[in-house]
């Protein structure tokens, strides 16, 4: 029995899930890079040239290995996962004090742990908005005049 082992460039379609279908490789990498990622950790018989697996080496350093395709190693997308989680966890003033000590040290930040920062400080910002409904001052209100870190 012979395998077949299909090499994707960037201009290649992504055809493997229907929420991306019909995108090529390199729209991909440049808005959503986590599934492309994805498929190369899931889908045994999907290859990436050179210029893709460099791209995704340098973006996911801590966590990618090659793959000898036709594989799979689902194993290292769950660490991938696994790392963003618990940034997830954190509060918003845990994960503005771990990005200032890191740029304080003149250390790199870590691409999830900016990604982390932002969820937190956009869902923050819109429970502290009047769209909706509740303000910063509402909530001080209830709170007997204490205010919200």
């Known amino acids: 029995m012979k395998i077949f082992k299909r090499t994707l460039t960037p201009k290649s ?7 991306y279908q019909g995108y ?4 991909l990498l440049e808005f959503h890079p986590v599934t492309v990622y994805w498929g190369y950790c899931y889908l045994e018989k999907i290859d990436y ?9 340098d973006k996911y350093k801590d966590f990618f290995v090659e793959i000898k395709k036709p594989n799979i190693d689902k ?20 994960l503005k004090n771990k990005i200032a000590y890191r740029k304080i040290k003149g250390l790199e930040v870590n691409p999830n742990l900016l990604e982390a920062f932002r969820n937190k ?9 009047k769209k909706s409904g509740i303000t910063k001052g509402s909530l001080q209100r209830k709170n007997q005049g204490h205010t919200i870190k």
């Open 13 to 19: 379609k992504w055809e493997f899930s229907r929420k």
């Open 24 to 27: 090529t490789i390199q729209q």
């Open 49 to 57: 040239n050179e210029e893709i697996l460099t791209f995704l080496k």
């Open 75 to 94: 194993e290292q997308f769950q660490n991938l996962l696994g790392a963003r989680t618990q940034y997830d966890k954190m509060s918003y003033e845990m």
């Open 121 to 129: 400080r956009s869902t923050r910002i819109t429970v502290l908005t």
